[in-house]
């Protein structure tokens, strides 16, 4: 590569954090503050303090974990839009085992995790099923079972699982103290979801980069037909990337309910399912690029509750910066690739 | 119109796809322009016709200089160009495809087009139903569309991309009769891109022979083959004649056995091939070659009947016990149906290894064993090459190099279209080779020498049935011409 082509890669690399700081500045003046002080209270609130710092990693957990399983769901060429359906179905397999299971806390933990996944995968398996056997494609198989989730995790909140004290609708009672995660003192953050949401990504990296498996996952999502015919036994596998995202959504779900709310909440899932859809597109698509992106979606969610304190502008601003860089950064690959196809016909 | 191309300069990475090449086409005229696949016929092509810009280079029009940078202007200033696979969208109607490109303000004038497309169809002496479905008709048929579409549009000059691949000798008689009459009543301009050299003999006025992105000369007709074979390759190449081998155990046999879709039928077929032997399907494309094809492999299951892969009932049994037992096969789209664009040729090879693989890949020596198979297939390439970055031949070389070592049954589909002289040689000499380790052959061409040429026994398709299955030193061209169109012998 010549120096000027690396400049030019470079740059191109910067245009869409550029392009993003402008469209959010440009926001953030119509909404009447001023911006270098909003970004300061940005980054500020994301990493003041240790515990600020520890509360970014809380958030940014869960993405990890979701992100990379879809990274196998992604790599397949699928669009797994069920990741918040698979989260919440991971957290009533793990409500259920902390409800009804009365062991220790090194027995209890460890069964609440593959109760998670279990229940993850189940959800996403179905969601691989209906795609696969009955021709509905998954992006609307996904839509559809994560109302089914939701809605059936609200019945059991509000029937089975209803507190003995009033039926308001806040959630199950606290969970007995064997079924949380054992968290960092002083700190919200688990070191054992903080493991978990690693070791995923590790293995997700290492299973797509060097093992057959991957390999034949990325056959199918760049032409399945080819695949196929190579002798790729296409539908297991794409039911088999389907389960592990699933899983992999389970445990995020179980890291919810036992390291962070300590019981079962409505709203349990918080978008997560559908935010680790962008960190998994902006880290194009690589477990080494996850973990940076998250972290930064993480820091932009924590940093924008100071944000509502200190300039009283509303916390979905955060929102707004993301999808910004988002958009952004696709609309900088799509140039780019115009760019390239005009050059060489 | 007079059509002048002067020094076009056109790279692709480090390819000069063109390279200073310089046409000129007088009206009324048809000018060839040969050479073989990779020469950059295409891609000077796809320059007169606004789909790639080039680097250099001009183009003149009656004398004008013009510059157009999509093809909607090309077609504007009344250049449109055929392409090898027809542009068309077969969900649609004739006459909605013959709506395409016109700009008729927002509403679409239907009665007037349809007025439109029968005279000109008729004109040419096409049958074409502005009512059918386009993917209802033939590659022949789609051709004309698409002529009576251009010509609708304006179009003074008419590139034909490859226009005989995929179609039958009847509708190749069709289609230079309508060529001969663009250029000589209508006065156009036109040029036949082919690599095919009896079809640019019988046609053209005059031909433009492309080597490696530049002119390696021009000559007007008339001239004999053997100097554009020079032209063309620089040396004179001779064809080989066909070797006996001894058959040996039957290999495959269908038993009243047919195949039923939607589309179409293949009626009952009984048929015993034994190892080693080569058996062409000759017939019009979509009589049921193909379903033949693809259901021998597994991918379709039969309606009736049955398969045995030797001695073995396989009804009900999935694609890949099929390839557990040595079937293969080979579709025509490499880019669709057998390479898999964006990965590149070492891991292809890994994905194709049919025995048990460690779960981890040791990528080291994958590259080490693409290195080789590259090699000894003769493929322009590097293990880190991308497949779609291949020119077509070597696509087709690296299909067969992806191949198991050992096969019963191998079924293919056009194994050389779209291949020149001396690629299409080589992969038969590999298939030959094949042949002699005892694996039975099966395939499928437009080209009823080479399915004359390289096969024990023929097999006749019309319309979903099997004809007659036929000794190829028994028969001839004209027999399987009067077959193929739906005659008995």
Same mark, same amino acid.
């Given at each position: 590569m010549t120096y000027s082509q690396r400049l030019v890669n470079l740059l191109l690399g910067l245009a869409p954090v550029a392009l993003a700081l402008m469209l959010s500045t440009l926001v953030l003046i119509a909404a009447g503050a001023p911006p270098l002080e909003a970004y300061k209270h940005l980054l500020q609130g994301a990493s003041e303090s240790p515990a600020k710092i520890a509360d970014v990693l809380v958030v940014w957990v869960p993405l990890a974990l979701c992100s990379a399983g879809l990274l196998f769901t992604f790599t397949a060429g699928l669009w797994n839009i069920g990741v918040e359906g698979q989260i919440i179905f991971g957290v009533i397999f793990a409500?259920?085992?902390?409800?009804?299971?009365?062991?220790?806390?090194?027995?209890? @933990?460890?069964?609440? @995790?593959?109760?998670?996944? @279990?229940?993850?995968?189940?959800?996403?398996?179905?969601?691989?099923?209906?795609?696969?056997?009955?021709?509905?494609?998954?992006?609307?198989?996904?839509?559809?079972?994560? &109302?089914?989730?939701?809605?059936?995790?609200?019945?059991?909140?509000?029937?089975?699982?209803?507190?003995?004290?009033?039926?308001?609708?806040?959630?199950?009672?606290?969970?007995?103290?064997?079924?949380?995660?054992?968290?960092?003192?002083?700190?919200?953050?688990?070191?054992?979801?903080?493991?978990?949401?690693?070791?995923?990504?590790?293995?997700?990296? &290492? @299973?797509?980069?060097?093992?057959?498996?991957?390999?034949?996952?990325?056959?199918?999502?760049?032409?399945?037909?080819?695949?196929?015919?190579?002798?790729?036994?296409?539908?297991?596998?794409?039911?088999?990337?389907?389960?592990?995202?699933?899983?992999?959504?389970?445990?995020?779900?179980?890291?919810?309910?036992?390291?962070?709310?300590?019981?079962?909440?409505?709203?349990?899932?918080?978008?997560?399912?559908?935010?680790?859809?962008?960190?998994?597109?902006?880290?194009? &698509?690589?477990?080494?690029?996850?973990?940076?992106?998250?972290? &930064?979606?993480?820091?932009?969610?924590?940093?924008?509750?100071?944000?509502?304190?200190?300039?009283?502008?509303?916390?979905?601003?955060?929102?707004?910066?993301?999808?910004?860089?988002?958009?952004?950064?696709?609309?900088?690959?799509?140039?780019?690739?115009?760019?390239?196809?005009?050059?060489?016909? | 119109m007079k059509v002048e191309l002067r020094g076009i300069k056109k790279c692709f990475g480090s390819v000069r796809a063109n390279d200073g090449v310089s046409l000129t086409v007088e009206a009324g005229s048809i000018q060839g322009l040969l050479g073989e696949n990779g020469a950059g016929k295409t891609t000077l092509m796809k320059v007169l016709s606004g789909f790639v810009s080039p680097e250099g280079g001009r183009i003149l029009l009656d004398g004008k200089e013009a510059l157009f940078s999509s093809p909607a202007q090309a077609i504007e200033k009344g250049i449109g160009m055929l392409h090898q696979d027809p542009l068309d969208f077969p969900p649609l109607k004739v006459l909605d495809n013959f709506l395409f490109g016109r700009d008729s303000g927002f509403l679409l004038k239907r009665a007037l087009a349809r007025k439109e497309l029968l005279e000109l169809s008729e004109r040419f002496g096409f049958t074409l139903d502005p009512e059918a479905y386009v993917n209802t008709l033939t590659v022949g048929e789609r051709q004309q569309l698409e002529i009576v579409r251009l010509l609708s549009l304006g179009v003074e000059v008419l590139i034909f991309d490859e226009p005989t691949t995929g179609i039958s000798t009847p509708q190749k008689a069709t289609l230079f009769a309508t060529l001969r009459r663009l250029a000589k009543e209508e006065g156009k301009s036109v040029i036949f891109v082919s690599h095919k050299l009896e079809e640019v003999l019988e046609l053209c006025s005059g031909v433009t022979v492309l080597r490696r992105g530049k002119v390696a000369g021009e000559i007007a007709m008339p001239c004999t083959s053997e100097e554009l074979v020079r032209l063309m390759f620089g040396q004179v190449i001779t064809t080989h004649v066909a070797e006996e081998v001894s058959l040996g155990e039957p290999v495959l046999e269908l038993r009243v056995w047919g195949v039923h879709t939607y589309r179409l039928d293949l009626s009952p077929v009984s048929l015993q091939v034994r190892a080693g032997e080569v058996i062409g399907l000759a017939g019009l494309e979509g009589s049921g070659q193909r379903l033949l094809l693809r259901a021998c492999a597994g991918l379709i299951k039969p309606s009736r009947g049955s398969l045995f892969l030797r001695g073995e009932d396989m009804s009900g049994k999935s694609y890949q016990k099929f390839l557990d037992a040595g079937v293969a096969y080979l579709p025509a789209g490499r880019l669709e149906e057998g390479l898999i664009p964006g990965l590149n040729l070492a891991e292809h090879f890994v994905l194709a290894r049919r025995e048990k693989a460690p779960f981890f890949i040791n990528w080291a020596l994958a590259r080490g064993d693409a290195g080789r198979k590259i090699e000894e297939f003769n493929i322009i390439g590097s293990p880190s090459t991308l497949v779609e970055g291949l020119s077509g031949g070597n696509q087709q070389r690296a299909l067969l190099a992806l191949l198991p070592d050992s096969l019963r049954l191998l079924l293919l589909e056009h194994p050389t279209r779209g291949l020149d002289v001396e690629s299409a040689l080589w992969v038969w000499d590999r298939l030959l080779e094949r042949r002699e380790e005892g694996t039975a052959i099966l395939f499928t061409s437009t080209d009823l020498d080479e399915i004359l040429e390289r096969s024990d026994r023929i097999s006749v398709f019309s319309g979903g049935k099997m004809l007659e299955i036929l000794d190829a030193s028994q028969t001839d061209v004209e027999q399987l011409g009067y077959l193929i169109g739906g005659n008995r012998g």
């Open positions: 409500t259920w085992v902390a409800r009804n299971l009365y062991l220790p806390a090194t027995l209890l @933990i460890p069964l609440m @995790i593959v109760g998670g996944m @279990i229940g993850g995968a189940l959800w996403g398996l179905l969601a691989g099923t209906l795609k696969v056997y009955g021709g509905v494609h998954e992006i609307f198989a996904g839509l559809g079972l994560n &109302f089914i989730a939701i809605t059936t995790n609200i019945w059991l909140i509000a029937k089975p699982w209803r507190p003995d004290l009033g039926a308001t609708m806040q959630g199950t009672d606290p969970f007995p103290a064997a079924a949380w995660l054992p968290r960092l003192a002083g700190l919200r953050l688990s070191p054992v979801s903080l493991l978990l949401a690693t070791m995923a990504l590790v293995v997700v990296f &290492f @299973i797509l980069r060097g093992t057959l498996w991957g390999l034949q996952l990325k056959a199918i999502g760049k032409n399945a037909r080819s695949a196929y015919l190579l002798g790729i036994a296409t539908n297991r596998h794409v039911l088999l990337s389907f389960a592990l995202c699933g899983a992999l959504a389970g445990v995020a779900g179980v890291v919810q309910v036992s390291g962070v709310w300590g019981r079962n909440i409505p709203q349990i899932s918080g978008g997560i399912g559908y935010l680790s859809l962008l960190v998994a597109m902006l880290s194009g &698509f690589r477990a080494l690029g996850v973990a940076p992106v998250a972290l &930064f979606f993480a820091a932009l969610g924590v940093g924008a509750a100071r944000l509502h304190l200190r300039m009283q502008l509303d916390p979905s601003l955060a929102g707004v910066l993301g999808a910004g860089l988002v958009l952004s950064v696709l609309l900088v690959a799509g140039l780019r690739t115009r760019l390239l196809i005009s050059r060489e016909g | -």
